[in-house]
């Protein structure tokens, strides 16, 4: 998930063709071709069912991050991005535990047969355990409004 994510991220932060086609040459010649498959699925503009909502998640930012209401409300004030600022308020995880983004596909096909209060538990599980990008795609992918940074044709 580590590299699917710093790649999103690189890809999001430039509208330059010729350097996103070297992102992905790179992230094609080293990745594992589960998921290669999964992330060119998501590359493609497929999107996923919707899982939870990020309010969900927001709603207990405070008790989740520890920070008081006022501030994760000023910090949603500068980055004006739910899924962002719950991500980056989020701690850090507490171990080296790392999930290929096939293990999250996995996770995420699972939840779609999981009941609600369960669904979310596991979701709060998992967030403790990924960095703070992996966390801010994890959340899109989870609420259905993941974004794809590549144009196809």
């Keep these: 998930m580590n590299r699917f994510a710093e790649l999103c991220s690189l890809l999001s932060q430039t509208s330059n063709k010729e350097y996103k086609e070297i992102l992905l040459k790179e992230y094609l010649k080293n990745t594992p071709d589960e998921d290669i498959i999964w992330a060119l699925f998501l590359l493609s503009g497929k999107k ?3 899982q939870i909502g990020v309010a969900e998640i927001w709603d207990i930012l405070p008790e989740l991050s520890g920070v008081p209401e006022w501030l994760i409300n000023e910090s949603l004030q500068i980055s004006g991005d739910k899924a962002e600022t719950i991500s980056l308020l989020l701690p850090e995880p507490g171990t080296d535990e790392m999930f290929s983004l096939g293990e999250i596909m996995e996770f995420i096909t699972e939840l779609e ?7 979310f538990e596991k979701i709060i599980n998992i967030l403790g355990k990924l960095t703070t990008t992996e966390k801010f795609y994890f ?3 989870i609420a259905g409004s993941f974004q794809s940074y590549i ?3």
Excluded: A, H, N, P
């Design 151 to 153: 144009e196809i044709g």
């Design 48 to 50: 996923l069912s919707k």
């Design 139 to 141: 959340i899109r992918l």
């Design 113 to 119: 047969v999981i009941e609600r209060s369960v669904k």
